[in-house]
């Protein structure tokens, strides 16, 4: 599944500490903003609020009508 800014902000997570989390991890804070990323790789990070993003993003998505 591919996490967006939206999912990120629907956690209540800001975008300057999310920015943070990507330099901390080596992930690309430009390339997410156009094109997203997937949650295997956050998940890889082993964090546990980048779980939490991808718990919320998949559960919004089963929501889904």
């Known amino acids: 599944m ?3 800014i939206n999912h990120i902000r629907s956690a209540l997570f800001c975008s300057k500490g999310a920015r943070q989390f990507f ?5 690309d804070w430009g390339d997410f903003l156009k094109h997203g990323i ?5 998940l890889a990070t082993g964090d ?3 779980k ?4 919320l993003a998949e559960w919004a ?3 889904k009508p």
Do not use: C, N, T
Not at 38 to 42: A, F, G, I, P, V
Not at 52 to 55: K, S
């Open 2 to 4: 591919i996490i967006r």
């Open 23 to 27: 330099e901390r991890h080596g992930l």
């Open 38 to 42: 997937e949650s295997e790789k956050l």
């Open 48 to 50: 546990a609020m980048a």
């Open 52 to 55: 939490q993003v991808v718990d």
């Open 61 to 63: 998505e089963k929501r």
